[in-house]
């Protein structure tokens, strides 16, 4: 293909730069690539280093209309409700929004709920998108893209991050442009919780599972339209060079080369509020097992948690936990305004090379951490009583019905578990975890040159 081809990257978030930017994705000058963003200067410069970019446009500020607001979130009530039958499984109705605080949000919920009430078919579901587009066209922020569009005159738009609120009215722009559009669908459990917010020409998906989903929720889309090329983010487990030297790493935060090194890997706050207790049952049952003498707890934290919560159990157990933070410019709190520096990439797989297990609720960090054929322990008890929360709902969301067996992880049933449970997997680390894998990604060598393929 011509290096003529220009083509504009939408990346609106920070796990998009170290998926997509930080890969060998765009390693090549195959094309001419122009970042489209709202990074900071600190980032941009970051980003300039390790991608070809010839240029970068910054994106306009986004308002959303009131009306593109009930129709989005109308549209995403009645998807779910559908998802919900259409899969029989009443937790995806989970990811509706609820919980708001305002007087004014409450009205304009109840307003939506009501509505929802009315939308009685698919087609229905389809009429409400063609209404939200044409909402999306009389945004002045449309025109505002259109005229960058214009200017910029690129062959492809691509776009890392398929429910991103600014991205409906880039794509809608370039569609009416006749500028053709790809995207990738953010992540493995994804799918059901209709937050496919943009219209694309093609979608890129880690496996023939997610294409299934993709099929199955939103038939609109021909099978022609969805190309099956893997994820790039698990090529870097592959790569040597990621992995930082024994001595810097261990000797970078402190680590007993005598001990062994457990990972506990933390979620935001909204998916697992409970997070800090489940941190220090586990140290408590190391403390008390005698576990600590010969172990090391290393916390990573989320990247968009940037709040206290852990502070008093880091305290407690400040002999015991080992604080790993990610390295990410944190800019505020949301997964919009974090993005990681390069170096964080091997910072993780090195975590994932010299750990031994990791420890956490349902994360996708049970492949990561299988890539270097580590276990990984899912926590499936209530640490605390919570009507609003509790891991018998996570364990039922729809993606973990992609799981061939329980056998993928191990399980920790109750606190009194814990001690005996991490000691068997340490002695006995075997899983099924590549099972699951297989079933989930795709090409987990070769995504970045089937991606870059697709694109040009």
Partial sequence: MAASKKIILLVPDGTGVKNYLYSKVFATREATLVLFHNFDPETVSELEQHVPLAST?????????????????????????????????PTILKFSRTSVRSLKLKMFYTLVKGAARLVRSYNSILKLEARYAKALRKNPYYHSIVAILKREKPDLLFCTHQRALPAPTIFAAARDLGIPTTTVIYSWDNIPKARLAL???RYLVWSQHMQNELQQFYPEIASEQIEVTGTPQFEFYRDTANILPK???????????????LCFSGDDVRTSPHDPQYLEDIAEALTKSGMAATTQLIFRRCPVDLSGRYDAVLTKYKSLIVAMPPLWHQRAIGWSAVYPAYQDVKLLVSLAYYADLVIN?????????????????????????????SVDTIYKYQHFRSM????????????????????????????AINEWFETVVAYPETASERIRKALL
């Fill in 57 to 89: 446009v910054r994106i306009p500020t986004y308002k959303e209309s009131v009306r593109e607001k009930f129709l989005r979130e109308l549209i995403h009530l009645s998807r779910i409700q559908r998802n919900a039958k259409q899969a029989n499984n």
């Fill in 199 to 201: 219209r694309a020409d």
């Fill in 247 to 261: 001595e810097e790493f261990y000797g970078r935060y402190g680590l007993d080369p005598g001990k062994r090194l």
């Fill in 361 to 389: 609720v349902g994360s996708t960090m049970a492949f990561d951490f299988g890539m270097f054929g580590k276990p990984c322990a899912y926590i499936n008890y209530d640490t605390v009583k919570d009507p609003n929360w």
């Fill in 404 to 431: 061939p067996s329980p056998k993928a992880v191990f399980w920790l049933h109750d606190r009194e578990q814990i001690a005996s449970v991490v000691r068997t997997a340490l002695e006995q680390p075997e899983t």
